[in-house]
Nanobody, 115 residues
């Protein structure tokens, strides 16, 4: 069973940058579309960035141009480069498949952006 471990979260000032990593304990099928999700306090978890097995990416409007998702299939790792961070980016960030069935959710990594 694949286990996902997210890391790289931190507390930063607005305008700062962070790079999140999501390491899978097992093999992520290279054809699996993977995504980063986030859950803000009091809100549902939502997908914010996705990457197909072929490397095509997509983003929600609020992060487009600021965040970049990438993957290294050889390392079973998915990344999220986050630039120009805003207070509204504060959330717990998770990674997982885009399509069901999902892998078991990891513990996430906390990102806190102060103004």
């Amino acid at each position: 069973q694949v286990q996902l471990v997210e890391s790289g979260g931190d507390s930063v000032q607005a305008g700062g940058s962070l790079r999140l990593s999501c390491a899978a304990s097992g093999s992520i099928f290279s054809g699996d579309a993977m995504g980063w999700y986030r859950q803000s306090p009091g809100k549902q978890r939502i997908p914010i960035a996705t990457i197909t097995g072929g490397g095509s990416t997509d983003y929600i409007y609020s992060v487009k141009g600021r965040f970049t998702i990438s993957r290294d299939n050889a390392k079973n790792t998915v990344y999220l480069q986050m630039n120009s961070l805003k207070p509204e980016d504060t959330a717990v960030y998770y990674c997982n498949r885009v399509n069901r069935p999902y892998f078991a959710w990891g513990q996430g990594t906390q990102v806190t952006v102060s103004s």
